[in-house]
């Protein structure tokens, strides 16, 4: 396991965690759509995208006090989505990011940053030297996140016929 100061931790997905995860990512629905955001508000993410994250073993939990505090899907083989926009910096192999959502009993506390450090972390002990990610043009939550990780937005790449914007990282 990858451990980081707020003693947050990432594990593989179970098929046990998948109510959890579910309860989660229905909370962060929830969230977005409060904030009035359209992301994730068209039945994606659903239960079945889980059950395959697991399944494929792109699934990552983060545990904070034996409890799942946070959830991402992480992926090492190109995203077709991504194939289309050509202002890429660096070629493949990269690692994508999809899915990131915080359990409302951990918001606030820093979790989705350590997240992303974590994340960070596990692609740079794979040998891989670059991240690529994207989100809904109004989620200002990830949008921070993306900034204060320094990704550097490079156009808009569509998943299920929505513009979203594409930012890429490259690892030290």
């Known amino acids: 396991m990858i451990q980081n100061k707020i003693d947050l931790k990432i594990r593989p997905a179970a098929t046990g965690d998948i109510s959890e995860i579910w309860k989660i990512l229905q909370q962060s629905v929830a969230r ?12 994606y993410p659903n239960e079945e995208i889980v059950r395959k994250d697991i399944a494929e073993n792109h699934g990552y939990v983060f545990i904070l006090n034996k409890k799942i505090a946070g959830y991402a899907a992480v992926f090492f083989d190109l995203e077709p989505e991504y194939e289309e926009l050509k202002a890429w910096e660096n070629p493949p192999p990269y690692a994508v990011i999809h899915r990131v959502a915080v359990s409302s009993d951990f918001l606030k506390k820093g979790i989705a940053t350590e997240i992303f450090r974590l994340i960070e972390n596990m692609v740079k002990e794979k040998g891989i030297k670059s991240i690529r990610v994207d989100t809904i043009f109004d989620n200002t939550g990830m949008l921070r996140i993306f900034e204060k990780f320094n990704y550097t937005y490079r156009g808009e790449v569509y998943f299920r016929g929505n513009a979203r914007k594409a930012f890429e ?4």
Not at 169 to 172: E, R
Request: hydrophobic fraction near 10%; glycine fraction near 12%.
């Open 169 to 172: 990282k490259k690892l030290q």
């Open 32 to 43: 977005r759509r409060e904030d009035g955001s359209t992301q994730w508000q068209d039945g």
